[in-house]
């Protein structure tokens, strides 16, 4: 069962099942749903699980989980795993240096680890609407990640709609494409003109608006949101940590029990709470290194246990999907780790003062699963370069990782670093890095240039976006996104 972050409003129930919890994320106060225990995983479970496929692990997870759904359902989800590169290994572990791996997330449709979650959670999510013979609108606003992996994962489902925002010239190309390209008659992609805040707020405008929702009913549609906080993707974001460990197990890295440490590029916050769960759950993980970029209000909670947004502005990187100032995810920890009241306190202290201060009992808490540090531009830069020369490509998300594994390890045992995107989704900053000059390439040729000077091939999903039709071209103020949509349900 499924408790709320910020306690019960005694309105909604006290507690509730996953598929109430993921058709319905928002708990009371403006909280999150969270499981009431975590099942625990032991050295048995992990010694099996070497001999097991990467599906075959997510199922048995699952099932301690006990959530209500179908195992038919969940054997169906967890399939789309196949359409990764490689059916056997939808997620490899490489070696890049003496005691440190990356597990690339990124095989999938889209190319980046959102894939991971989003496509066995679109299948479920599509099931349970089914099952209650209720129609869906789910909205999504996007940076550049999220927004093509909700549309392949939903495109052609049945009972659902999507409608998706991006700002208009916010986006790579690519991820622009990939979007824009989207075939399904379900799916509608808006562009706005603004920037991914501006598309954030209209959305959050939309979720709230009860016209908007009066609107929806009139055609029977209820709306939904499949944003990272959503419980649905959190429940797959544990398992690739499970499997690094019986990865690495498999290569002989490391004895069972032996511990690692897990790295995370991080944002909203997801990944790294789906690594802070394994841990909890009882895998061996010694500490999660926390990444960011210069937005780096992250590294400022878990160092100093200060979380400040007055006199910040979001600035922007080469790692866009990690240019964040709220970071949504961390309230789960916070309720995990200091309790239900306490987290009221603090979300709400952090929505009217803007911010908030963590005792130094609460930081040495907060500081026993996670250490931090930033890096900026140039440092990314220099490290995609770096290992570009010894043969391995690192997107620029990624490549942040470099400066928490040089700084915040003390024990000498083996590393995971989770790789969030491929190369090809941010050629431009690739190119620069590896040519070290600043010049402004678009994507094409980017790729290109990548291509011949690092003799990699660019995958059919990306080339082949260049010459596809494009079927959403509308770009809209954000006053008259509504009006779009409504038209859309028609
Ligand atoms: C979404 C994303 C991240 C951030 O992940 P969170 O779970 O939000 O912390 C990092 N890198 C890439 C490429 C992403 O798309």
Partial sequence: MFIETRGNDGQRDVKVEFSYAIMNPSASFGGLYVPENLPKIDLEFLKKATKKSYKQITLDVLELFNIDIEKSVLEEA???YDNFDEKENPVPLVQIKNNLF???LYHGPTRAFKDMALQPFGHILSHVAQKQKQNYLILAATSGD???ATLDTFANKENIKVACLYPNGGTSDVQRLQMVTEEGKNLKVI??????DDAQNALKTLLASQTFKDELEKSNIKLSAANSVNFGRIIFQIIYHIFAYVSLLKQNRLSLGEKFYQIVPSGNFGNALGAYYAKKMGLPIEKILIASNINNILTDLITKGEYDLRNRELLMTTSPAMDILISSNVERVLFDKY??????????ELKEKKHYSLSSEELTELQKDFSAVYCDDDFAKETIKEFANENYIMDPHTATCLKAYNELRDKD???VLCSTAEWTK????MLNAIKSDKVTYCDKEALEGISRSLHVEIPECISSLFDKEILH?????????ESKILEFIK
């Fill in 146 to 148: 999220t927004g093509p």
């Fill in 339 to 348: 309790g239900a009241s306490r987290c009221k306190e603090i979300m709400e």
């Fill in 426 to 429: 941010f050629a431009p900053t």
């Fill in 78 to 80: 967890v399939s789309l």
């Fill in 413 to 415: 045992i083996p590393s």
């Fill in 191 to 196: 562009g706005i003109e603004g920037n991914f």
């Fill in 473 to 481: 071209n509308e770009v809209v103020d954000k006053h008259d996104i």
């Fill in 102 to 104: 990356v597990n690339e």
